[in-house]
């Protein structure tokens, strides 16, 4: 079994790539970036920002339905990454389905987001994902929202690197130059570099 860290939306950020949604495990300054349609980010945003709205959305009554059956949403899980698309997972208990074993239910990551921010559940991600598609949160800072950083000799064009990877969801490639930032990033902290 995959060991399961829990983590939180940092933030929602719109790119020149698309709209990403940047899951940070707790404590780390490490995010993974996922990229959803334009529609998922409204219902995320519409959860996470608790606004009403006069009709139900899909979410919303997802999350009706759960209750009046006696259900409940205890966790959403990004669990896996294979073939650059992220897999999610809806961990539900109640009645018949016991926190030993509970329904488990596979969710796109924009609908399992949706669903966590309304029911204010947690949120937990696969520790492998994290080091398969982690990238350092200040460099994701730095290039979503135009943030002034320091700019070391070389990181410009590997963050325009990773920003290709990135949007075209080739993660284990992103994953590699982010290693490669780190390690640029701190020989030249040891060099004094400015």
């Known amino acids: 079994m995959k060991e399961m860290i829990e983590a939180e939306i940092w933030t929602i950020a719109r790119t020149d790539q698309g709209n990403a949604v940047l899951l940070r495990p707790l404590g780390s300054d490490i995010t993974v970036p996922i990229f959803v349609g334009q529609l998922e980010i409204q219902s995320i945003l519409i959860g996470f920002k608790d606004l009403t709205v006069s009709r139900p959305l899909t979410h919303d009554l997802f999350l009706a339905l759960l209750r009046q059956t006696g259900l409940t949403l205890d966790r959403a899980e990004v ?28 969710a796109r990551p924009s609908d399992a987001f949706a669903l966590a921010v309304r029911r204010k559940c947690p949120i937990m991600i696969s520790r492998a994902v994290v080091e398969q598609a982690g990238v350092p949160a200040d460099l994701m800072l730095d290039e979503m929202n135009n943030a002034a950083a320091i700019e070391y000799p070389g990181h410009r064009d590997l ?33 004094g570099a400015p």
């Open 159 to 191: 963050r325009d690197e990773l920003n290709r990877a990135l949007a075209a969801e080739e993660y284990e490639r992103a994953a590699e130059i982010r290693d490669a930032m780190i390690l640029l990033h701190n020989e030249q902290e040891n060099r």
């Open 79 to 106: 669990h896996d990454l294979k073939d650059n698309t992220f897999h999610a997972r809806l961990i539900i208990t109640g009645e018949k389905f016991p926190e030993d074993l509970p329904l488990v239910l596979d």
